[in-house]
């Protein structure tokens, strides 16, 4: 044991020492507090009913009717008791305080890769540090993309196992690659495992030309067999949460196209221009070495200071403390620190002015195969990144990339370029540890990066409009609303335009300057270890250092204390209206709530404390937002907001603020018993025949369901006929119901039929889809029960596979431990 600890005894300094500057950063968690994201915050109201049912049955349901009228619960909240990664995740976040945890495993998976790339343990530790602190990733975790960012830690260590695979170690490296990628894709970050399967293959497509080239191609191939192996063991650890991504992914708005005439309506996928939203800018790039460049995030923390620009340039216009003005000119015109093309902006890609010039010194002196695949995934993956800011290869991948055009926010894909390029920049100073070159060489490459990147940054510096115009493509409609707003004061308008201009420049300049100083530090560093004036252990520490302070001081901006509030007051976030607490005293278990005081469709805050028809979710069902487009987007449908059984909307009032709550009358309820029946062709005029109608009255149903209906025997059921909800369940709901003949019957809920099932006297019995969204049947006459069961085979058959997957992934990790120690003996 001792032995053990004099081996490893600075790898455990170095973890320890990961922890410490986890906690130091996130010092409020020592005082008990939470980090205040608004995503998390958004997810919680998201999840209410689950959660509820979950405190009350031990388990949480598979089904929320929450928001949207109805919904799977799988991209919201759902329990894997039988996927073994689920535990080794919720042991993680359950021990570490979040972000804490986050954030080492950041640190951890990196500094395992650089570890298995025999790097020195330092500068593992260094390049951990430069791949955990890049911008970005401190950028989502203030906004609460957690499942991005535990998806993103995992990357380095599936790098690791897959070349340890590669190297030979076979057992090892499998079973670990099957272990990091169990826990990627449970992460439930699709979007981010894809990419990471994209650099992967390009990756093994390198190694596969070299294994030919070498004539290695057995030992090539045993290792593909058991990263195959390791990645069956994955998926089947993982088959239930697939699985149900995968059946629900065809019904959500990531699907086919139900519709037809709509021809701005992609027929396959998300629109082009949804999908591109947030497209990485071309010039923006230069964020990765000078973070300011583009004026940071969408604020105007900078312009609100007494000494900008536009706070002097406002003073004499409006006399006295311009803030408020200010915040009222970045509402109505835009006028804000942040020049570039996207709708808004948390924060730049910065990957620190250390690591960008020993990235460029990399791409001067490595030699290990390593780089081709860094620099050509780089490139790849930033032409992907700038979406349509550069068409040309976003639009092949988007038009014919297999599952391409289901993600949004194509930018994401620079957090892998985030990993590679202080991968290779700790290569190069491996390269010179290593002593394969001559020193005056190398000396003359460091000076050639250092001018490449501390020269460009002292450009900016000194004349930064020579390389930016520091204007986006709406400036001139800006100004010219500022003009119209100034009583066609042109003068004043333009002087705000150009000391906006000017704060801008002066935010560039402030971080080209500081660039160029952590690049001058690190020259100095790299240069007096290559000419033997520092010795290696303190050259590596004091690099690491320096990579630390630069990107710390970068992350402080957008993830600091203020971003932490009292656990108590993160919990009590919503708080209900009046008009909310006098709509929870109604007994009614099931009915919705349409509020327009909110961003009905784009804010979960109501779901908090109602059923709702709005809501918020990125993949919501493709039916439902088809019938937010066409019934609610132009102007409100009446008849479909009673479908829907509405029974109260909340508005509010523009002049004094108030909230009003209105009962609606006319919703139709929980299930109702209809008259008559009308056929629809296709989804198109199914859509066209709700824009008015009577729901009470009549049923619109597509004519694929004809074969369920025997309409020879259906009757509108006369005045004895009833229905009604006895009791409810999100995926359990019962109903009692009497007619003297055989019916048909609407029941207001969402229609999804990958899981619910139709009981009539404990006997399943088909049902079929009316309305364009709800669910309807042919009942037999007579006094019968009904019930409505979620039961998704791909759930509860998934479950079954993922124990069979997470045993056999622990049988391989026991043996392939046991392998190696057994070998190390030997």
């Known amino acids: 044991m001792n032995t ?76 894997y008791p039988m996927n073994g990664a689920s535990y080794v995740i919720s042991l993680i976040t359950t021990v570490l305080p979040d972000p804490v945890d986050v954030v080492l495993l950041y640190l951890l998976g990196a500094y395992l890769l650089f570890c298995v790339l025999k790097i020195n343990p330092y500068l593992a530790a260094a390049g951990a540090i430069a791949f955990a602190f890049t911008s970005y ?112 992914g065809k019904e959500s708005n990531r699907g086919k196209s139900n519709l037809t005439t709509d021809k701005t309506e992609e027929k396959n996928g998300l629109s082009k221009e949804y999908a591109y939203g947030w497209s990485q800018g071309v010039g923006e790039s230069f964020t990765f070495l000078i973070p300011n460049l583009y004026g940071g995030a969408t604020s105007i923390d900078a312009l609100v200071k007494p000494t900008s620009h536009v706070y002097k340039t406002l003073e004499g216009v409006v006399g006295g403390d311009p803030t408020q003005a200010i915040q009222q000119l970045a509402g109505q015109f835009g006028v804000q620190q942040y020049w570039g093309e996207k709708p808004g902006t948390s924060g730049p890609f910065y990957f620190g002015a250390i690591i960008c010039f020993l990235f460029v010194f990399g791409l001067l002196v490595v030699r290990n195969r390593l780089k081709w695949w860094i620099l050509g995934t780089t ?18 991948f988007f038009s014919y990339f297999p599952l391409y055009n289901k993600f949004r926010a194509v930018e994401s894909i620079v957090a892998l370029v985030g990993l590679l390029v202080p991968i290779l920049a700790f290569l190069a100073i491996k390269e010179l540890q290593d002593g394969r070159y001559d020193q005056k060489e190398m000396v003359k490459k460091l000076a050639i990066a250092a001018g490449i990147t501390g020269g460009f940054s002292l450009l900016v510096a000194i004349m930064p409009t020579v390389f930016f115009s520091f204007t986006n493509s709406t400036h001139p409609q800006m100004v010219q609303a500022l003009t119209q707003a100034l009583n066609n004061n042109v003068g004043v308008a333009q002087s705000l335009a150009n000391a906006l201009i000017s704060d801008r420049v002066d935010l560039a300049r402030a971080d080209a300057l500081r660039s160029f100083l952590f690049i001058a530090i690190a020259f100095a560093l790299v240069w007096a270890y290559l000419t033997k004036k520092m010795g290696m252990q303190l ?127 006319t919703a139709a309820g929980n299930a109702w018993i209809v008259q008559s029946v009308q056929f629809a062709k296709d989804a198109d005029e199914e859509m066209k025949a709700i824009s008015s109608f009577d729901p009470k009255k009549e049923a619109i149903v597509d004519e694929q369901y004809k074969g369920l209906m025997d309409l020879k025997k259906v009757g509108p059921g006369g005045p004895t006929a009833m229905i009604k909800l006895d009791s409810y369940h999100p995926d359990h709901l019962e109903y009692s119901y009497s007619t003297p003949n055989d019916v048909v019957a609407v029941f207001s809920e969402i229609y999804y039929n990958k899981g619910w099932k139709m009981y009539v006297d404990n006997v399943e019995k088909p049902y079929f889809r009316a309305d364009y969204v709800l669910r309807a049947a042919q009942l037999p006459a007579g006094n019968h029960k009904v019930d409505f069961k979620f039961e998704p085979t791909s759930y509860y058959a998934g479950e079954k596979i993922s124990l069979a997957g997470s045993i056999l992934l622990v049988a391989a990790l026991g043996f392939s431990f046991w392998d190696d120690k057994k070998k190390k003996q030997k």
């Open 137 to 248: 990733n401190f950028i989502i975790i203030a906004a609460g993309h957690s499942n991005k960012a535990l998806a993103i830690a995992f990357i380095a260590p599936i790098f690791a196992s897959v070349i340890m695979t590669l190297r030979g170690k076979y057992w090892i490296g499998g079973s670990l690659t099957a272990l990091f990628l169990a826990l990627e894709i449970r992460a439930n970050h699709i979007q981010m495992t894809y990419y990471l399967f994209i650099a992967l293959l390009i990756y093994i497509g390198i190694e596969l030309y070299h294994a030919f080239k070498e004539k290695k191609i057995a030992p090539f191939g045993k290792a593909l067999s058991f990263l195959a192996i390791g990645t069956v063991l994955a998926v089947m650890v993982n088959a239930g949460t697939l699985w149900t991504t995968y059946e629900y």
């Open 379 to 396: 490139i790849l993956f930033m032409l992907l990144s700038f979406g349509k800011n550069f068409p040309l290869v976003s639009d092949l």
């Open 539 to 665: 050259a590596f520490i004091l690099l690491g250092l320096a990579v630390l302070i630069d990107m710390w001081q970068v992350d402080r901006r957008y993830l600091n204390n203020s971003n932490f509030a009292n656990k108590k007051d993160l919990a009590n976030h919503f708080q209900p209206r009046d008009v909310d607490t006098f709509i929870m005293a109604d007994k009614d278990p099931d009915f919705r709530v349409f509020d327009l005081s909110v961003s009905t469709f784009s804010d979960a805050s109501a779901s908090q404390f109602h059923k709702t028809v709005g809501g918020y979710h990125a993949a919501k069902l493709k039916r439902f937002q088809e019938l937010i487009d066409a019934q609610f987007s132009k102007s409100i449908n009446q008849d479909v907001l009673d479908m829907l059984n509405t029974k109260y909307i909340i508005t509010q009032d523009q002049q004094t603020g108030a909230y009003k709550m209105q009962r609606n009358p």
């Open 4 to 79: 053990w600890f004099t081996r490893n005894g600075l790898h455990l300094a170095i973890i320890g020492f990961f922890v410490v500057i986890c906690f130091a950063y996130f010092s409020p968690v020592l005082q008990g507090k939470g980090p205040a994201q608004s995503d998390v915050l958004q997810a919680k109201a998201m999840q209410k009913e689950i959660m509820d049912y979950k405190a009350k049955d031990g388990k949480g349901p598979l089904w929320t009717n929450q928001m949207f009228g109805g919904m799977p619960a799988y991209q919201i909240w759902v329990q």
